[in-house]
């Protein structure tokens, strides 16, 4: 098998700058996000409000989803609901505990 096609097993654990450990979510635990993600979007749906998804929880992803969900229409109704994600990789997971 040539190099290109082997696959680098993921880390079973993140770490956050300060050194904390984090186990990384099982595939149970996506299923389990999942579903809860999909119901939070269904209710926000049903009261007629817009899903944003920002990718990237970077400085300038944290600020967009901030701004998106703050913002207001004209007659001053939340009319968004932001849903933020950042990317599973080594180093990144630990950062944003919620």
């Keep these: 098998m040539s190099a290109i096609?082997?696959?680098e097993k993921m880390p079973d654990y993140s770490?956050?700058?300060a050194g904390e450990k984090f186990q990384l979510?099982?595939?149970e635990e996506y299923s389990k996000e999942f579903e809860?993600?999909?119901g939070i979007v269904t209710h926000q749906?049903?009261?007629g409000?817009?899903?944003v998804v920002v990718m990237g929880l970077g400085f300038v992803g944290a600020v967009m989803a901030a701004v998106v969900a703050d913002a207001k229409d004209k007659e001053g109704i939340l009319p968004n609901t932001s849903l933020a994600c950042s990317v599973l990789a080594r180093g990144v997971f630990g950062r944003f505990p919620c």
Excluded: A, K, W
Aim: hydrophobic residues 30%; positive net charge; charged residues 35%.
């Design 5 to 7: 096609h082997e696959v």
């Design 15 to 17: 770490f956050s700058p």
């Design 25 to 27: 979510p099982t595939s």
């Design 36 to 38: 809860r993600l999909r």
């Design 45 to 47: 749906r049903s009261l």
């Design 49 to 51: 409000r817009e899903i």
